[in-house]
């Protein structure tokens, strides 16, 4: 783990075009940001089992450039459904986006900063 890392923890995610569910780590450095570092596919039943989902993180959000992005459609980023706050990937194309946990869609809003739930790590 890199010094400046203070705490890590792992979030969930959704594909929009695939709608399986992977797990984004994510880690909080010094200058206080969080960073998405890393992407790996997950089943819901192991997503259950490992808790992902269950502590909350808040503050801002930025993606690591050695972020490798979904790992079923290469999508580099992700948005926070304003519905159910949970995240879908997203590839940077358009203005809307149909949320894939809970079908809610609606226009992307840019936001620097995010409360998603994470896992211990
Ligand atoms: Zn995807
Ligand atoms: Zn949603």
Known sequence: MREDVLEASVVMAKCRTSHQPYGIR????????????????????????EGYGSTMISGRVDVDPEYPGCPYCGGNGWVSC?????L???????????CAWCGNSGKLQSAETFDLSGGGY
């Open 26 to 49: 994510i880690e909080k450095r010094r200058n206080n940001t969080w960073y998405c570092t890393w992407a790996f596919k997950l089943s819901e039943k192991s997503a259950g089992n």
């Open 82 to 86: 304003g519905h159910c706050n949970k």
């Open 88 to 98: 879908t990937c997203y590839n940077g194309e358009g203005d809307s986006f149909t």
